[in-house]
Every structure is written in structure tokens, then in C-alpha cells.
């Protein structure tokens, strides 16, 4: 019991004067309601819960080879649909009766199947287009054919049963003694006409010919299988194919003889092909250590360019003749440290469901385009290679005082013509030039960003393409699909609506599939014609089991950037038991770009960082800022460029303070953020250069010294300076500020965490936060998150929950779960097994 002493203002009122008198009161500990998180709210909006209440948000086509039809599946709270939609005649019909497929299924495998639960896989279309394949696992267990010690605990397999059905007649057979083939070797690089398949083994290349392919498909030890030695010079970090990336030293050493993957790109008539081979023996090394792994402790080795470092990787590009089987590296260098860009060619949305799907290079059987980039990013050249005289030829030059980006052009007539993409004005745009490189004309132009080449109808001159932010009074983030002339002439929406719009066009660009939606309104799916005229409609998602817990919509905002005119765009999420006249701590969910911002613009199954974390009793909120996403103009992606540390904190703090002097409800005195990766960076450094501001974080895998992250993005989005000495020799000059200067700053409460065999943004890089704290004398939390890599894996729940108590104690001031050493919310996320 705590005597709490107030002084009080007495106003007499008949006679009396008026005086300040001070009185005691006795209260009771118990009578003062603590601040508690919602936690049993927050557990109700986890991944595995959001799963059972949002099916399908969006129709998915697989387009047909032999018409305009395409077929999709979507599920509802009903259960799961497979339509087939022919737009030419404006139908939609259900392939099959699922009731009376699923009592056929049961009568042959004997297995209870009902309409509701029909669990088909690997759903195809023949190649007439008149019947269907698929597959259904049954609960019958058979010996592995593959496997090498039959009492081994995985040495059986539930028997996959393999259907046949004709639509017409709508009959079912199955398709007897049916042995599931094996997925494509990822190892396989497998020519056009299926002739030869390319590999790796011990840094070298390896070719095998068709019948040879099917038994390694079959078999991987086969000892019948013939192989054909193309290279003898591999080595480690200096390969023709894979190094071994990902694998710790011993697995390395143990698969080195086995094959691997080597990137190749084919000529469409599969007599040459093409392959970048890289020189990394010169690179420093860098290491993690898996303390986990079973028995010893497992290290490895891996190699890391930093920013600035003089040993870079050398990039050579070699043309393969493979009736010859010779090859000869291409002279391709014009830059120092210059990196290139193989284009492979635009795939055919009709071979979505080919398993056999060849990686042919962006060209003629004669030519190739690809792009080479100087080390600052500041020049890039598209350029073409005549494959019979080996020559490259620049044809087009980009040049720019920050980094430039590069696209996939779109060739017309094999290259008479191409479609370029360029930020040369200021916005994204295309540009049409001829065959040797020559600007015929601007295609689109205006303050607006183009994004994807969609389609190229080389007959009618028709460019289909992808863009944001020409649509006035909407969210500049929003895609839309327009059509434009190649002469600049003509151009036009063809899915208008105020919403994110993404598109499936089929190959003929006849017809598209068009899913939209925004974050506060359900997914739709329609059908339009090239000329924007809705088809038909196809889906709305259902999301009524999600309304039935309480759901509600999060809230987009727009407020001024820090200064004063530009707009930035966010969203806001609120708790779904949410009191106006209630006062809510504020948490923001950052990520800075300048890839893209932590903004939703469409509505999503993920609301972990989002919809969730609100529920335990705060304000979250995500939102741009200068510098961020690139789908805007070339001014706004840049603006940070040479000062990637800061460059997005006034504009985090500028929103907040926007936000509290228009809703009362914030709290502006308690104040959180959080973010992973560049944002678990970015959270770091708000604490430390807004000390007084943001009083609270969680600072996930940050790249907190970009001096240790790698060099392409640290180098591209902050800058390196190029020196060219009197004598001509060039070197590259980095300097950024980073976390670990501002330690001494510290005054709210920081948790840091990082995965510990980080092999992205390495673990140092956290390390050397906390290192410099410790050294000012800071308090602060620190999480390892052991045998984890960027993005947590298997542990994400947990640390959801880890970060979930930092803030509910230090914001709302509910230590309550520092009292239990389980984490009780997250056992219940954990499914009974049977």
C-alpha cells in the first residue's frame, strides 16, 4: 500500500475564500489499472491463422498454345475451383464436377475424398487442349525407388496416383502403374532442340546427350550414364559453372565431383552458347560459423567484394561453338571492375506449364545484346556481339552523373529495331532506335515512370508496357497497363480504376488478366481486350472468415516530406478494437529503399510487421521517403546518393509529427520503429541521430556499416569515387558514415538482432553496433539468432514475439511476459501432430 500525496485547489463556494490546501489519500496498488499489450489479439492474425481465413487473392492464368483460353484454380472458404475461361466467347466454365471427381478418386485409390477437399497437383493440359492430366497422394506407403538403405526412417513414400480426364465426355481413368518423374535437375542447362544438356562438375564444363540426360533423370550414380568433358582449366572462384556457394567448407569439398548448375544461354538453334565466367580468386574471403550444425561447429568460407576494395571479380564472356566444342573469349572490357548483363529472351506465358523450358539468349541464331557497366555506374553501354566475326559493337551509350539503370530491351524484327528504356530526361521512359543504335524517336514522355515492356506487336507497331504516376490524383505507386504507338502516337490506360494493378497479357496480346486491389478493398480478377473493354469478370476474394474476427482495413495517408513539398505515401494500421479517445504509442515499420519502401500498395496476406503488430495496442505505420522507391522520378530515387545513412531519417520524423497534429490518438511522446535488413539500418540510425524522438527499437539484420555490406549495393546506391592518377591507373575511392559512430547518442531502448551465419548482410556488421555501444557505456538488447541466415528461416515467429515484448514493455509499459520464460502466444501457433 503507497500513500500518494496530491495537492489540491478547494473552491468554496457560499462565503468561503478559496485555498490551496494539500490532503492525503491512501490508494491501493491493485485500484491502478497497469498498461497491458493484447496479446491474445496479436496471436489471432498469425501466418499459419491468416492461411485459414484468405484463400486466392488473385486469379492466376495459365495461358493455352492452341487458342486464347487459359485455365486457373482459386480457393475460397467453399474450397478449391479449377476454371477454364475462353474470352474469345466469354465463357467460364468448371473443368470438371468436383463431387463426382472426388467418389471416382475415392473408388480407386480408396481413400475418402470429398468436393470441398480434393487435393489435385500438377494439373495439365494436353497438348490437343481437349483433356487434363494430374496427380493425387494417397495414404498408401511404397518403398522409394531411389533409396539406399531400405530400413532408413525415409526410405517409403505415400504412392502418388497419376489421372486421366477428357473434357468432353468427362470421363476418368487411371493412368496405370505410374511412377512420378523426377523434377528437372537443377543441374541441367538443356539446349532448345534438347540435343545436349550443359552442366558443371569440379569447376568444369560437362555435356550429355539426350538418352544419357534421361537416365541421369532417373538416376543421378548411374554408372552407364556417358559425360563429355568441355573445359579442363576450372578452378575454385575462377569456375565454368557453380563454386559451391551456400554450402560450408566440408559439404563443398564433398560435392565438388558431383554436378552443378552452370548458367549458359543458348542460341535459338542450339548450336552455340554463351557463358560469363568470373574471375573471383582475387576477392577476400568471408566467413560464417554454423555453431549448430550437427556435431563440430561448421565454417564457410564464401567470397565478398566490400565497398571501395581493389579486388573485384573479372568478368569474361565466352561464345561456345558447341558443334566445334570450342570457345573463345570475347573482348568485351571498357571499364575497369566493368560489370555486364546477359538478356535472356522474353518467355512465352503459353510454356508456362512446359517442364522442359530452355534458356536462350536475348538475339539471333547470329546475335546477342547485353550491357556493360562501368564500376561507378555512371556509363553503360548496350551492345551487340556478330557471333561469326566476334565483334562487339556499342550501340547505345547512357550516360549520367549518379547510377544508372539498366532494362531489358525489346527487339523488333530481330533487332532492325529496339525498344530502349532509359532515365536520361528524368523519368523512366522508352526509346525507339534502329539496328545500329541511332534514336529514331522518344516513344513515351511526360513526369511519369514506365516500368515493364509487356508485349511488342511488331505488326501493328504497338507497344503494351507497364507504368506508374501518370494517372492524376492517384497513388503514383499504382501500376497500370497502357498501349502505345512506337512512333510516341496513340497512347492508352487499358485498366483504369484507382487501384495496383497487375496483368497476365497472353503471348498474341488479344487478351489480359487484370488482378487489382488496394489495402483497404478485396482483391478483383477481370478480364480485358487489348483496347481496355472489360471481357468478363472472373474473382472477388472472399474475405469474410477474415471480417469475423473483427478485421479491419488499414488506412492510406498521404503527408509532405521534411521539406514541405514533396508528397510521400503510406499507410496506417490501427488496432481492430480501436478507441478514438484513447492514446496509442506509434510504431514505424521502415525500410528505405532505394529498391523499393516498406509500403503496401495492395492488399496482402502478410501482416505480420503490419496488421498485427498493431494489434497489441499501437499505431503502426509505413511510409516512404525521399530517396526510396524508384518508381518515381529520377530525382526522388536518388536523392539519397552520397548520403545513404540519413538521408530518409527527416522524413520518417516528419510523417509522425504530421500524423500526431491530425489524429489525437497518437501519442507523439512514445514513439517506436522497426525494420529489417536496410531497415533494421535505418531504425538504428533514427535512434541515434533523433535520440530525443524515437524511444524505442527493434533493429533486425542491418547493413549498420555499409563499409563491411557488399559492394554492388552499397557502392551503386551511395556512390564510388573513380581516380585516374597521372599515369593512368584507375582505383576506387568509398567513405559513408555509419551506426557505430553515432553509440554515444543512444537514450531509448535498442534490441538488436542478426541471424549468426548471415551470408548477406553479415553478422558484423550488428556486431560492430554493439561493440561500439557497449564501449559508450549503452544499455541495450542484443539477439542472436542461431543457424539463421538474412531472413531468420524457421526462428521468424520467435523473434516476432521477442520483438513484440521490447516494444510492449518500453512503449505501453506491459512487462508482464519478461515474468514467463515461454513464449505462451507462440506455443499456440504450434499444430498438434498426429
Known sequence: MKKLYLPILLSLFTGYSAMAQTQTFTITESSIAAPKANYQLASRFSPAKVKKMVYSIEADPHWMKLSNRFWYAYESPAGKEWYLVDPSAKTKKKIFDKAKLAAEITTIIRDPFDAQHLPLENLKFSSDEKSITFEVKSSIDEPKKDRKDKKAADSTQKKIFSFHYVLASAKLTEIPNYSKPKEKPKWASVAPDSSAIIFSRNYNLYWMDRENYKKAVKNEDDSTIVEHQLTKDGVKFYSYGANGDGENNVENEKNNKKRRGAYVLWSPDAKNFVLNREDERKVKDLWVINSIAEGRPTLETYKYQMPGEAEAPVNELLLFNFGTKTYKKLNTSAFKDQDFSLWDAPALNKNRDNEFRPSIWLGTNSKIYFSRKSRDLKRVDLCAIDIHNETVTPLIEERFNTYLQTSRPGLVNDGKEIIHWSERDGWGHFYLFDAAGKLKNQITKGAFHCEDIVNVDQKNRVLYFTANGRETKENPYYLHLYRINFDGSGIKLLNAGDFDHAISMNDEARFFVDNSSRVNTAPKAIVKDNNGQVVMELETTDLSLLMATGYKFPEPFTVKADDGITDLYGVMYKPFDFDPNKKYPIIEYVYPGPQTEAVNKAFSKSMDRTDRLAQFGYIVITVGNRGGNPARSKWYHTYGYGNLRDYGLADKKAAIEQLADRNKFIDISKVGITGHSGGGFMSTAAMLVYPDFFKAAVSNAGNHDNNIYNRWWSETHHGVKEVITAKGDTT????????????????????????????????????????????????????????????????????????????????????????????????KEIEQKK
Not at 735 to 757: R, V, W
Not at 793 to 820: M, P, R, V
Open 732 to 827: 576506387f575511392k568509398y567513405s559513408i558514415d555509419k551506426n557505430p559512430d553515432l553509440a554515444k547518442n543512444l537514450k531509448g531502448h535498442l534490441m538488436l538482432m542478426t541471424g549468426d551465419i548471415d551470408n548477406n548482410v553479415h553478422p558484423a556488421n550488428t556486431i560492430r553496433v554493439a561493440n561500439a555501444l557497449m564501449k559508450a557505456g549503452k544499455r541495450f538488447e542484443f539477439v542472436i539468432v542461431p543457424g539463421q541466415r538474412h531472413g531468420f528461416g524457421d526462428l521468424t515467429e520467435y523473434t516476432f514475439w521477442k520483438l513484440a515484448d521490447h516494444f510492449n514493455k518500453y512503449l505501453i509499459g506491459d512487462s508482464s511476459a519478461a515474468d514467463q520464460v515461454d513464449i505462451v502466444e507462440m506455443e
